[in-house]
């Protein structure tokens, strides 16, 4: 069987983080999860940054982000980009059921909405059973149509030991009735506690994805239009009462990044246009 790997060589680096100041880069990082369902202050992130890596955490005192959306689930959450219209309409990002409505109102912000290019993200998971961990990519959705998803990675806790993980990686459609869905849980021969490479490469006509350079999956369901990025540590239950621990494990829960990097095509679409055409030639 031909292993095929990972060719950077096609692209050129356009962001880069790997967390060696003590502060999040607030130009490339949105501390909030789909805030418009919610508000700015319930679905803040928490967070240590810093000597080279993020920790994302759920702590023990950690509300739900949105009960009334989404029961009892917990999440941190960095995001790169937010949209929303007025308070009471429909009109948001990420409509993971049909009834929601704008809680708090969101001022557009796009600071990383690539369309097409490598995505990558160097991370270690956790093997909390209660716990979800993921890196994905939803439409900007200024049209409602533009609305799928690209799940680079998301890795179930219970999915986890030292010598294999489930890795799901594909696309959802969501709202955008061009794509259809196909999305797979690839069992992967790797501790995922240990730090391993989660890309994506996203071209016209199709969207591969790779764990440490090596071809898993391939999809020709590919969005046509910009996305952003949405990095997060889920909580999906917790029992009771609970008050230090929940499905097996210690607070904090933790996601740990070293590396994020996103790369634009060296040419073709989604390349950085010409000098000429950007000095406006």
Known sequence: MTIERLDRSRYELEVEDTFVADRLDASLWIPHYLPQWASRERTRARFDVGGGQLRLRIDADQAPWSPE???????????????????????????FRPDLVVREAQEPRSLYTPRYGLIELTARATADPACLVALWLIGFEDDPRRSGEICVMEVFGRDVDTKLARVGMGVHPFGDPSMNDDFERVPVAVDALEPHTYSVEWTPDRV????????????????????????NIYELSREPGAARTAGGGAYPKLFTIERFAGYRPVSGPGARPPAWVRSGG
């Open 69 to 95: 959306w989404n029961e009892g689930i917990r999440v941190s959450n960095l995001q790169t980009g937010v949209f929303s219209g007025p308070v009471g309409s429909r009109i948001g990002q990420h409509h």
């Open 208 to 231: 591969g994805f790779y764990v440490d350079d090596v071809l898993l999956k391939v999809t020709h369901e590919s969005p046509a239009y910009p996305m952003q990025v949405m990095l």
